[in-house]
């Protein structure tokens, strides 16, 4: 997209819907993906400091312009409070955190442990268009 890499989250449908209102209302400021489905299997290299993405929605149209602020390939089990908080998705706990995301990429056929690496990325809205 006009050389961009885009980011697209969740799954298409109204998580997506959901997830990407939160980014354009400046709840959320952060993402996690799993770095051997989101990265390893589709030969994706890591985002890097001062990248510039393209948030698309559900039609893969282009709804901001979004700068990533900083790359932490984590342990699962190591992944923050404070990060889990800045994906502005309402978890109560890190637990509620981990739970969620696991049972996500569960349901993506990827089983998570302790020490899978969660490529926690920080960004900030740069515009919404």
Same mark, same amino acid.
């Given at each position: 997209?006009?050389?961009?890499?885009?980011?697209?989250?969740?799954?298409?449908?109204?998580?997506? !819907?959901? +997830? !990407?209102?939160?980014?354009?209302?400046?709840?959320?400021?952060?993402?996690?993906?799993?770095? *051997?489905?989101?990265?390893?299997? *589709?030969?994706?290299?890591?985002?890097?400091?001062?990248?510039?993405?393209?948030?698309?929605?559900?039609?893969?149209?282009?709804?901001?312009? +979004? *700068?990533?602020?900083? $790359? *932490?390939? !984590?342990?699962?089990?190591?992944?923050?409070?404070?990060?889990?908080?800045?994906?502005?998705?309402?978890?109560?706990?890190?637990?509620?955190?981990?739970?969620?995301?696991?049972?996500?990429?569960?349901? +993506?056929?990827?089983?998570? !442990?302790?020490?899978?690496?969660? $490529?926690?990325?920080?960004?900030?809205?740069?515009?919404?268009?």
């Amino acid at each position: 997209m006009n050389g961009l890499r885009v980011l697209e989250l969740g799954m298409p449908g109204d998580q997506r !819907t959901w +997830l !990407t209102d939160l980014v354009l209302s400046g709840a959320k400021t952060a993402t996690a993906g799993l770095l *051997e489905l989101d990265y390893e299997a *589709e030969n994706e290299p890591l985002e890097h400091l001062g990248e510039h993405l393209a948030l698309i929605d559900n039609t893969g149209t282009r709804v901001a312009l +979004l *700068e990533i602020t900083k $790359v *932490e390939p !984590t342990p699962f089990s190591a992944v923050t409070w404070e990060f889990a908080q800045s994906e502005g998705e309402g978890f109560r706990s890190i637990d509620h955190w981990r739970e969620a995301h696991a049972r996500y990429w569960a349901g +993506l056929g990827h089983k998570v !442990t302790d020490s899978s690496t969660v $490529v926690c990325l920080t960004f900030r809205l740069l515009n919404d268009q």
